[in-house]
């Protein structure tokens, strides 16, 4: 068996900025920020860390910011339904035959290991037409923490299947470099794919099992995932 993990953002799709623009409105509506998020890189953050670290960098105090959390993403999930159309979603090269391939496989379960909270990545995937392919994962709405996300994905996982998945059968395919991290103390298989912001030497450096330029090339993905 293996179980799949898949990140969202510059992995499985680009959602054309949708994101951004509804979370730059989230906060200017909540807590009045008017600061450029264009200077900061998200690649493999999670919604809420996003939320602090942007908030935190114009003083607000931690307490400050998580009182009004529930607002903010009530803000955000309203402006991202708005953006993330399929005229605007971007499935990105590969992918679609990758995961068509791997859930017609016996041996394989498809799963999420994303930083964005649930609602907002089943907002993304609706506008790519994915969600079809993940009925579960683990989400930024779980943990702040990525690196607690695997096994809240490999329990959600078990229970579905009553399968009790081990670590060598876990495989993480992300675009970013805590992508890779979070799978190395789980023992799980990860596949980096430069697809999004970060670079393939950026990559490489943090020693993924795998490495990809795109996901274009099916049987050697599908060779990485299945061993």
């Known amino acids: 068996m293996r179980l799949v993990l898949f990140d969202i953002?510059?992995?499985?799709?680009?959602?054309?900025?949708?994101?951004?623009?509804?979370?730059?409105?989230?906060?200017?509506?909540?807590y009045g920020?008017?600061?450029?998020?264009?200077?900061?890189?998200f690649s493999g953050r999670t919604d809420p860390q996003i939320a602090h670290m942007v908030l935190r960098d114009v003083g607000?105090?931690?307490?400050?910011?998580?009182?009004?959390?529930?607002?903010?993403?009530?803000?955000?999930?309203?402006?991202?339904?708005?953006?993330?159309?399929?005229a605007r979603v971007r499935v990105l090269?590969?992918?679609?035959?990758?995961?068509?391939?791997?859930?017609?496989?016996?041996?394989?379960v498809l799963a999420l290991l994303t930083g964005n909270i649930e609602p907002g990545a089943r907002l993304k995937l609706?506008?790519?037409?994915?969600?079809?392919y993940?009925?579960?994962?683990?989400?930024?709405?779980?943990?702040a923490d990525r690196n607690e996300l695997p096994p809240v994905a490999v329990r959600r996982a078990s229970e579905a299947t009553g399968h009790r998945f081990s670590g060598e059968e876990v495989v993480i395919i992300g675009d970013s470099i805590y992508d890779v991290r979070c799978?190395?103390?789980?023992?799980?298989?990860?596949i980096a794919v430069a697809s999004g912001k970060t670079a393939i030497e950026t990559l490489r450096a943090e020693h993924p099992r795998h490495l990809f330029e795109s996901a274009e090339d099916l049987g050697a993905l599908m060779n990485a995932i299945l061993g």
């Open 183 to 190: 799978g190395v103390p789980y023992g799980a298989t990860t």
């Open 126 to 132: 609706g506008g790519g037409a994915l969600n079809e």
């Open 33 to 41: 920020y008017d600061g450029e998020l264009a200077r900061y890189d």
């Open 93 to 108: 090269p590969g992918m679609r035959p990758l995961v068509d391939a791997l859930a017609a496989h016996d041996g394989v």
């Open 60 to 86: 607000l105090s931690a307490a400050a910011i998580d009182s009004r959390m529930p607002r903010l993403w009530e803000h955000y999930l309203g402006g991202l339904a708005r953006n993330a159309t399929p």
């Open 9 to 30: 953002d510059g992995t499985l799709l680009s959602d054309g900025g949708a994101a951004r623009e509804a979370f730059a409105d989230a906060l200017a509506a909540v």
């Open 134 to 143: 993940f009925p579960f994962g683990a989400f930024g709405s779980d943990s």
